[in-house]
């Protein structure tokens, strides 16, 4: 299943947890790299990647997650995964798994580098 299925989302008080959950492909022919991230919008907001992990394993984060959240990704399930810790209200937003095939530069991550996205869950963090 290339088309990534997020899950996990919910409301929590700030300084608890969540753990978000995306069904997606990480063995597709013909393709032995490949970028996975997550990515948030909230409202009146652009779209911002939150971390990156590639097929070498390497993780990438934006400076404000950095030492809360962690991406990992399970081979044998096709899971990636983004655990949450320390939420703050301004983590609030619609959290998107998206990934591409073909590639292990997976940028800050640039959204416009992949062309496979969910549907997205929601987190909202109340203070």
């Known amino acids: 299943q290339v088309q990534p299925v997020e899950s996990g989302g919910g409301s929590v008080q700030a300084g608890g947890s969540l753990r978000l959950s995306c069904v997606v492909s990480?063995?597709?022919?013909?393709?032995?790299?490949?970028?996975m991230a997550w990515f948030r919008q909230a409202p009146g907001k652009e779209r911002e990647g939150v971390g990156s992990?590639?097929?070498?394993?390497?993780?990438d984060y934006i400076d404000s997650v950095k030492g809360r959240f962690t991406i990992s990704l399970d081979n044998a399930k096709n899971t990636l995964y983004l655990q949450m810790n320390s939420l703050k209200p301004e983590d609030t937003a619609m959290y998107y798994c998206?990934?591409?095939?073909?590639?292990?530069?997976?940028?800050?991550?640039?959204?416009?580098?992949?062309?496979?996205w969910g549907q997205g869950t929601q987190v909202t963090v109340s203070s």
């Open positions: 992990i590639n097929s070498d394993g390497y993780k």
């Open positions: 998206a990934a591409f095939y073909g590639g292990s530069y997976c940028g800050a991550p640039h959204a416009e580098l992949y062309n496979y």
């Open positions: 990480t063995h597709v022919p013909g393709y032995s790299s490949y970028c």
